[in-house]
């Protein structure tokens, strides 16, 4: 019913910039809060960061200062800019929406394919 396609991924070096974009498409009525996880191989799937309908956002610590989440909410797509990347950001990053549908009556959470990130020199 909704569906989520993610893009922006890619190698960059140590102190790159990437940009990650999260479309979603389908019966969709309204959306809330949207956001970024990420997941390295062998480690729990951890919040990036989250965006809620009124532009209020909030990040986990280690990206602080270097992440800025957005939403273009006529496009129902939410960005996350990511500024001097670290290795340790390395990981593969999915979109989460929550979604209302047409025919719903409750929200449901809704993921991306997920989108590899390699900082590395």
């Known amino acids: 019913q909704v569906q989520l396609v993610e893009s922006g991924g890619g190698l960059v070096q140590p102190g790159g910039s990437l940009r990650l974009s999260c479309a979603a498409s389908?019966?969709?009525?309204?959306?809330?809060?949207m956001g970024w996880y990420r997941q390295a191989p062998g480690k729990q799937r951890e919040l990036v960061a989250t965006?809620?309908?009124?532009?209020?956002?909030n990040y986990v610590d280690s990206v602080k200062g270097r992440f800025t989440i957005s939403r273009d909410n006529a496009k129902n797509t939410v960005y996350l800019q990511m500024n001097s990347l670290k290795p340790e950001d390395t990981a593969v990053y999915y979109c989460n929406v929550r979604a209302l549908t047409l025919t719903g009556w409750k929200y449901n959470d809704y993921w991306g394919q997920g989108t590899q990130v390699t900082v590395s020199s």
């Open positions: 965006i809620f309908n009124g532009g209020s956002s």
């Open positions: 389908g019966s969709i009525r309204s959306i809330g809060v």
